[in-house]
């Protein structure tokens, strides 16, 4: 678990995708938390592999997929996390959503500075990137909040022009 000042960061198991998938209810109860009407924009986040056996509920590892808990309030507000182990270069990528009833209250940058946090507490981080849209929008202010900078434009396959942004460990100022 990632704690930051107002949000546990609690890792995504097996058993919550598959509670997700039969129902968002079953997950609230699960998580024991209220979940958004507008969550999750991004449901392709939360799928089973197809090579895994119905029993198999491997351990999160450290670079998996994370709830947005705030415990205070008892709800979820968002999930997001890393796409994989660092790469040979010591570079690793986050994303994130927030759901809309959270949106203009400062959890984004909250939650991916507790990100940034976990992962340069690891040796081998020595980058942090994102990427959003090519185009300026709250994702982008969040990153630039968190003392990310934008490094280039990129073509994706599936999104078009993206924007990738990075912080590395020397420009990092633990919180």
């Given at each position: 678990?990632?704690?930051t000042?107002?949000f ?18 079953e ?14 924009h ?23 997929n ?33 759901a809309?009833?959270?949106?203009n ?19 081998e981080?020595k980058?942090?990137?994102?990427h ?11 990153l ?32």
């Amino acid at each position: 678990m990632i704690k930051t000042n107002n949000f546990e960061l609690l890792a995504v198991e097996r058993i919550h995708v598959e509670a997700l998938l039969r129902n968002k209810s079953e997950l609230a109860a699960i998580l024991n938390v209220i979940l958004p009407n507008s969550w999750p924009h991004f449901p392709e986040a939360f799928s089973l592999p197809a090579d895994e056996s119905c029993e198999s509920n491997p351990p999160p590892t450290d670079w998996g997929n994370y709830f947005f808990l705030h415990p205070k309030n008892e709800v979820l507000v968002g999930n997001g996390g890393f796409k994989g182990s660092p790469d040979e270069s010591g570079t690793i990528e986050i994303g994130y959503e927030i759901a809309s009833e959270y949106w203009n209250r400062g959890f984004a940058t909250e939650v991916v500075q507790g990100m940034i946090d976990y992962a340069f507490a690891h040796e081998e981080v020595k980058a942090v990137i994102a990427h959003t849209l090519a185009e300026k929008n709250a994702s982008n202010r969040v990153l630039q909040k968190v003392g990310m900078k934008f490094i280039v434009e990129v073509d994706d396959p599936e999104e078009g022009k993206i924007w990738r942004w990075q912080i590395s460990r020397d420009e990092y100022h633990p919180t």
